[in-house]
């Protein structure tokens, strides 16, 4: 099976910047997803890591080492909307087709 | 496109009562799933299908059935409401599943479901 680990909770200003990480244990890896979710709402992807190095998509970035079974989320100049859930979520060969689901991060940003 | 659908968007069941939760999805994707989240809670998955005619079970499929007749629709029956269902129930579906490839999942707005 695979198991994954992140904070429960992360506070920060505005304007701060935000680093989730994510350990996580497979049988098999094929890549870490992130997926960020509103109060209430669905979760939406955010990025997907499947070889070592960090991947940038605005002021969001993912970063992953496969050797140290470990990923981590960027978030910076954090603005109020960025206040959710961020969920990171493994691919395993076990389970191809399907995502396993950490516990998720809630960030809250203060002004 | 309206991307991944699903009704209702809220129901309250007494134990012991069936309904069926609907998800369609006009993205033509072959991959679709069902997940529950129960408060501060991940994702569990329930059951998965990879094609029309083609489903499985997830982590946590007990008390749930699936049916994929066509690509689009997925629906979720509940037989026997028990409280330990009450949750906030997912659709989602993706379309590719290599492994180099992202494998990104639309969502759909869930609904949530309230078993007294």
């Known amino acids: 099976g695979q198991s994954l680990e992140q904070p429960s909770e992360v506070t920060a200003v505005e304007g701060a910047i935000v680093q989730i990480n994510c350990t996580y244990q497979?049988?098999?890896?094929?890549?870490l997803s992130w997926y960020q979710q509103h109060d209430g709402g669905a979760p939406t992807f955010l990025s997907y890591?499947?070889?070592?190095g960090l991947e940038e998509t605005g002021r969001f970035s993912s970063f992953l080492s496969r050797s140290d079974s470990y990923g981590y989320l960027l978030l910076q100049e954090l603005q109020m909307k960025d206040s959710a859930s961020y969920f990171c979520a493994v691919r395993d060969r076990s389970n191809d087709y399907k995502l396993s689901f950490g516990a998720g991060t809630t960030v809250t940003v203060r002004a | 496109n309206a991307g991944v659908t699903q009704t209702p968007k809220f129901r309250i069941l007494k134990i012991g009562q069936s309904m069926t939760l609907q998800c369609t999805q006009d993205m033509n994707h072959n991959y679709m799933y069902w997940y529950r989240q129960d408060p501060g809670m991940g994702l569990k998955l329930i059951y998965y299908?990879?094609?029309?005619?083609?489903?499985d079970k997830g982590e946590v499929p007990n008390g749930y059935n699936v049916s994929r007749s066509t690509t689009e629709d997925f629906p979720l029956r509940l037989e026997l409401a028990a409280p330990s269902q009450t949750s906030v129930y997912f659709c989602?579906?993706?379309?590719?599943?290599?492994?180099?490839?992202?494998?990104?999942?639309?969502f759909g707005p869930g609904t949530r479901l309230t078993v007294l």
């Open positions: 497979t049988s098999g890896f094929y890549g």
């Open positions: 299908s990879v094609g029309a005619g083609i489903t």
């Open positions: 989602a579906s993706s379309y590719s599943t290599s492994s180099r490839l992202n494998n990104e999942q639309f």
């Open positions: 890591n499947a070889l070592d």
